[in-house]
């Protein structure tokens, strides 16, 4: 199998060096996976890659449907005339991706493994001969996801991490930073690392007493995050707050904006 990574014009505090646009497959044919944003720069860097492989792009992939993966979608499918496919059909004309479902490029299989967590249609690739997954925004390098309620989910972004680590993936590619060369060992650390967030967040929220807001304890629990980041970290940390509420250990007081909890 052959992977190249082409790394798209948007680098940000949320996409880190930018989106890693992926080309996958063998035999003169490639997926590519995540074309990015809609910037014709990096379909031309795209197109140009695909050339250097000798391979045509016959079918277009996506992890998810935030605007650092799917704008340029539509318009990739387009220019090399491939089937594109998603799990949310959206508004660009993909057709609908389900768990389990498989999609070759030469003589690769990538098989969709429904993922939510990030986002709630997230997918990751996954080739079973070499034991390589594609992983969008579920598993990155060198950043922490983000998971934003409603549409992020903690409860079922750790399943879905338990399920990736069940492939016992060999070599991960991320939507974001560098190829990680130990697959199991990054998702078992990243499922050792929110468990202790969650227990950082409860034990915070119960250390203040009363109807705690999210954003009242990421300064403590996000010390080593530049002040910029602490809204997103906001969400994350109510996304840990209703997964402790879901599992019987926190109580939502106040729903609203924010939403307020207590922990006893
Ligand atoms: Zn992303």
Same mark, same amino acid.
């Given at each position: 199998?052959?992977?190249?990574?082409?790394?798209?014009?948007?680098?940000?505090?949320?996409?880190?060096?930018?989106?890693?646009?992926?080309?996958?497959?063998?035999?003169?044919?490639?997926?590519?996976?995540?074309?990015?944003?809609?910037?014709?720069?990096?379909?031309?860097?795209?197109?140009?890659?695909? &050339?250097?492989? #000798?391979?045509?792009?016959?079918?277009?992939?996506?992890? =998810?449907?935030?605007? +650092? =993966? #799917?704008?340029?979608?539509?318009?990739? *499918?387009? *220019?090399?005339?491939?089937?594109? =496919?998603?799990?949310?059909?959206?508004?660009?004309? *993909?057709?609908?991706?389900?768990?389990? +479902?498989?999609?070759?490029?030469?003589?690769?299989?990538?098989?969709?493994?429904?993922?939510?967590?990030?986002?709630?249609?997230? $997918?990751?690739?996954?080739?079973?001969?070499?034991?390589? $997954?594609?992983?969008?925004?579920?598993?990155?390098?060198?950043?922490?996801?983000?998971?934003?309620?409603?549409?992020?989910?903690?409860?079922?972004?750790? +399943?879905?991490?338990? #399920?990736?680590?069940?492939?016992?993936?060999?070599?991960?590619?991320?939507? =974001?930073?560098?190829?990680?060369?130990?697959?199991?060992? *990054?998702?078992?650390?990243?499922?050792?690392?929110?468990?202790? &967030?969650?227990?950082?967040?409860?034990?915070?929220? &119960? &250390?203040?007493?009363?109807?705690?807001?999210?954003? +009242?304890?990421?300064?403590?629990?996000?010390?080593?995050?530049?002040?910029?980041?602490?809204?997103?970290?906001? #969400?994350?940390?109510?996304?840990?707050?209703?997964?402790?509420?879901?599992?019987?250990?926190?109580?939502?007081?106040?729903?609203?904006?924010?939403?307020?909890?207590?922990?006893?």
């Amino acid at each position: 199998m052959s992977v190249s990574v082409i790394l798209a014009p948007n680098p940000s505090l949320l996409t880190g060096p930018g989106t890693n646009t992926y080309l996958v497959g063998d035999g003169g044919e490639v997926a590519c996976i995540d074309p990015g944003p809609d910037e014709p720069e990096h379909l031309r860097a795209i197109e140009d890659a695909a &050339r250097a492989m #000798r391979a045509r792009i016959t079918t277009v992939l996506l992890t =998810h449907s935030h605007p +650092d =993966h #799917r704008p340029l979608a539509r318009r990739l *499918a387009e *220019a090399v005339s491939a089937p594109l =496919h998603a799990l949310d059909p959206g508004d660009d004309g *993909a057709a609908p991706l389900r768990d389990g +479902d498989v999609v070759e490029a030469g003589g690769v299989a990538l098989r969709a493994v429904h993922t939510p967590g990030h986002a709630s249609d997230h $997918l990751c690739f996954f080739d079973a001969q070499s034991r390589e $997954l594609f992983t969008g925004d579920h598993v990155l390098s060198g950043m922490t996801t983000v998971i934003s309620p409603p549409d992020g989910d903690m409860s079922d972004y750790m +399943d879905s991490l338990r #399920r990736v680590l069940s492939l016992r993936p060999a070599v991960i590619h991320p939507g =974001h930073g560098r190829t990680i060369e130990d697959g199991v060992a *990054a998702v078992e650390e990243y499922i050792a690392h929110r468990l202790e &967030r969650e227990a950082q967040v409860a034990e915070a929220v &119960r &250390r203040r007493g009363g109807a705690v807001a999210p954003i +009242d304890v990421v300064p403590e629990i996000y010390a080593a995050y530049p002040q910029a980041l602490h809204a997103f970290a906001a #969400r994350s940390v109510q996304a840990h707050l209703d997964k402790l509420v879901r599992d019987g250990r926190a109580a939502l007081v106040e729903p609203g904006d924010p939403p307020r909890y207590a922990v006893h």
